[in-house]
């Protein structure tokens, strides 16, 4: 049985806060009011094509267009434009996406572990984070959508999805080649088109994009104690991506199409380094202090800058119109990952703490789909597997503590495993008019999960680390086996011992309202949960009951919301109160340990938060020409209760022991306050063409980064000024564009490292956003 308690006093505190947030709009003119109106947004969030007003979802849908004039880059860009989202570039990376809606998702992008807001490119689930900085490109459109989607999109959906849809196929032979540049030495170049090799029947399209730019600051390399300078310098925060696809699409009747597609991405830029905040505390072989530099973009870290992500797939789908209210579709895909990395923790020429890592991930997946839609009643229905394999190995190198017992070696936590995930599941979700205006939605979904897992640590001496990993046959060998010294075996254990399956029911049911042609009123619960797993860097010394793993965590999200198309549609306003019990939260805790640990890592169900807030999206046509949109979103996201065996319940401030009164765990990635103002005037130039004129200014609340200590890193609240042109010729042919972000110059940092304490050094390192930055483009599309 399903309980779900609704507290007034809260339910109250949201309706009574004030708060806004706004969605991409074009205009187009309205024969029936003469006047210049708001376009319709298209969506199909509910897997079948829908008015965005007459979902009962919350959704910020962009058109290819909106993510043109706005100078949207990669997917990250959204989260100013769409309320109570964050979506960054993972510490330390290029094209690894931390991704949070509604105060839920997932910080760590260790293999294995599952995020809290699910990835899907033309309805494939991407699966690790890793390339998941999806740049945008030849894209028909992208959907965000918040709270739990668990019934239609499945188990990691537990803060909400994000959905980006390439361009269709037209039928028609088009091409378009664009080229940008920019500060930093931006150059882009961007070529997309489609052919029909049979006219009405087949046709094959693609596009490819290579992009690259210089670092915003620089890495200092190849240090040499004797005379006290560096040897080298490379590119921090650079970009060097070749990203591509290709479609295959085949239509030999009206009511059949078959479709082939295939991506890869290719990134080659340098890892990113973090900057210290003080002087480190472990001295060089010579006593040598390095300071923190001026320049938070600059950095000193000694390991190597070499990385690479590697992400490819290929997708076949195949629908069918049985007749006009009946349809199947079946959905395979088939995608693959590797990445090689090294993260320089202390973040000084020094090797005090190094970790040099690798992940490789594969996955399959199948969906069979029926969607059946009459005048008053829409069903769709489906069947989901998956079926992955998640490995990686890294080691954590203390190059203070060399024994001498070998040449240049390392005192090193070398873990690595690898984890087997089977997924099935069911869905079904229904619309029924009960009357011409009152509707009700409802869906439910049951999934299982079976996931088995080996992982071995160990507390090796090596004068050798991950940099030679290779995978051989269901093992991975690293480092110089003929060579390492085994000082202790800190865990063991194999997919016979780890395995557990965790099965779960999401269901959702909404009932909604046509107050009249323009407004609906709706209200609805839905349940979403991620599922449980084994941690991948599990120390049993430290925690025993690793072998168990970690159980699924759960969400309950209660809406309200209004969607309303006013003024003779020059006015779209939807407005969506929420609150969420979120129980069994899964956080990492890592923390210094006492050697030969030297650090640990443990993944717990936290326990409970409450999750309260407001959205409302708002864009208005305000003249034939000026259109504004004011997006802005309230979150106020609570732990209820964190038990701590020693402290006891630490969501409340607590006694170390020692009389020191320690903070409380506050929510991460969870600002209260998020929002966007844009005007957009766009200026009609005769036989010149058209110029879009657009202008934005975002702002974000103070966020803590980490949810069970308060840090330097935590970042204040700030704001970004953003503006662009573009310029479209009067035959649509030639397109030109100025962007320029940050304007205003704003340091501000996206992640961090918190490790004080770590092996003697404090390794806290900060990770930022992009300085101010121009680009200027031009495109020609025949």
């Not at 992208?142 to 037209?170: D, F, H």
């Not at 320029?740 to 806290?764: C, Q, S």
Request: hydrophobic residues 35%; contains cysteine.
């Amino acid at each position: 049985m399903i309980t779900l308690t609704i507290s007034k006093k809260r339910l109250a505190a949201i309706i009574t806060t004030t708060s806004i947030a706004g969605m991409g709009s074009g205009a187009a003119w309205s024969e029936e009011s003469g006047n210049t109106a708001l376009e319709e947004i298209i969506v199909t969030a509910q897997k079948r094509v829908q008015n965005l007003q007459d979902v009962p979802v919350a959704i910020t849908a962009f058109s290819a267009t909106e993510l043109e004039n706005a100078g949207v880059f990669t997917i990250v860009d959204l989260e100013k434009s769409s309320p109570n989202t964050q979506m960054r570039e993972s510490r330390a990376t290029n094209s690894t996406l931390t991704a949070f809606i509604r105060g839920i998702g997932q910080q760590d992008p260790l293999w294995g572990f599952e995020p809290g807001v699910g990835i899907y490119v033309d309805d494939v689930y991407f699966a690790r984070p890793q390339a998941a900085v999806l740049d945008v490109f030849d894209v028909e459109r992208i959907e965000v959508l918040r709270g739990p989607q668990g019934t239609l999109y499945g188990k990691t959906t537990i803060g909400g999805a994000v959905k980006y849809v390439t361009r269709e196929m037209s039928g028609d032979a088009t091409a378009k080649i664009k080229i940008a540049a920019g500060e930093y030495g931006q150059r882009d170049v961007m070529v997309s088109g489609q052919l029909p090799i049979v006219a009405d029947t087949l046709y094959i399209g693609g596009a490819v994009s290579r992009l690259e730019r210089d670092g915003y600051g620089t890495q200092f390399k190849d240090y040499d104690s004797a005379s006290g300078t560096f040897g080298r310098t490379e590119e921090n925060y650079n970009k060097d991506v070749l990203t591509g696809r290709l479609n295959i699409e085949y239509r030999p009747t009206d009511a059949l199409s078959l479709r082939l597609s295939a991506d890869k991405t290719d990134d080659d830029s340098n890892n990113r380094c973090g900057s210290r905040f003080d002087t480190n505390t472990v001295p060089g072989p010579n006593g040598e202090f390095f300071d923190a530099l001026p320049d938070p973009f600059d950095s000193q870290c000694g390991m190597t800058e070499i990385s690479n992500v590697e992400s490819e797939g290929y997708s076949f789908t195949a629908k069918y119109d049985i007749n006009d209210k009946l349809a199947v579709k079946y959905i395979y895909a088939d995608r693959e990952g590797n990445t090689e990395t090294f993260i320089d923790f202390d973040g000084t020429p020094l090797d005090s703490f190094e970790v040099p890592a690798f992940y490789r991930d594969e996955q399959e997946t199948h969906e069979l789909q029926a969607n059946y839609t009459s005048e008053s009643f829409a069903l769709v229905g489906g069947i989901y597997y998956y079926e992955g394999n998640a490995a990686g190995a890294f080691d954590a190198l203390f190059g203070q503590f060399s024994t001498g017992v070998l040449t240049g070696s390392q005192f090193s936590n070398a873990v690595f495993g690898d984890v087997d995930t089977e997924s099935t599941s069911f869905y079904l979700n229904g619309e029924f008019d009960i009357t011409e205006r009152l509707t009700l939605t409802a869906g439910i979904r049951y999934t299982n999960d079976d996931k088995a897992a080996s992982v071995n640590r160990q507390f090796v001496i090596t004068s050798n680390s991950i940099v030679g990993t290779t995978t051989q046959g269901s093992g991975l060998t690293f480092g110089d086996p003929a060579n390492d010294t085994l000082v202790a075996i800190r865990t063991d254990f194999d997919k016979s011992e780890a395995n557990n399956d965790w099965s779960e029911t999401s269901p959702s049911v909404k009932l909604s309202w046509d107050i009249s042609d323009d407004i609906m009123i709706y209200g609805g619960w839905a349940k979403g949960f991620k599922s449980g797993g084994f941690d991948m860097r599990a120390d049993a010394a430290v925690e025993p009951n690793a072998v168990e793993g970690y159980d699924p965590e759960t969400v309950d999200t209660f809406e309200l919301g209004v969607k309303a198309q006013l003024f003779d549609d020059r006015l779209r306003l939807n407005v969506t109160a929420f609150m969420s019990d979120f129980e069994d939260m899964q956080v990492t805790v890592q923390a210094p340990a006492p050697p030969p640990a030297f650090f640990s890592s443990t993944v717990v169900n936290a326990g409970e938060a409450e999750i309260d807030g407001l959205e409302l999206e708002a864009a208005a046509q305000v003249t034939e020409n000026l259109s504004a949109k004011l997006v802005l979103g309230y979150l106020n996201a609570e732990f209820v209760e964190v038990i701590d065996a020693v402290f006891g319940n630490v969501a409340e401030p607590y006694d170390d022991g020692t009389g020191n009164i320690v903070d409380p765990w506050e929510m991460q990635n969870a600002p209260k306050w998020n929002g966007q103002l844009s005007l957009n005037y766009l200026a009609n130039l005769g036989d010149a063409g058209s110029l879009t004129l657009t202008t934005a200014v975002s702002y974000r609340d103070r966020t803590r980064m980490f949810d069970q200590t308060a840090s330097i890193l935590d970042q204040k609240s700030y704001a970004l000024w953003d503006a662009g042109a573009v310029w479209n010729s009067a035959d649509d042919h030639w397109s030109a564009a100025l962007h320029v972000k940050n304007i205003n110059d704003k340091l501000y940092r996206t992640g961090g490292y918190n490790f004080p304490a770590t092996a003697g050094e404090d390794a806290i390192l900060g990770f930022y956003g992009a300085p101010r930055t121009w680009t200027v483009s031009l495109a020609y599309e025949f």
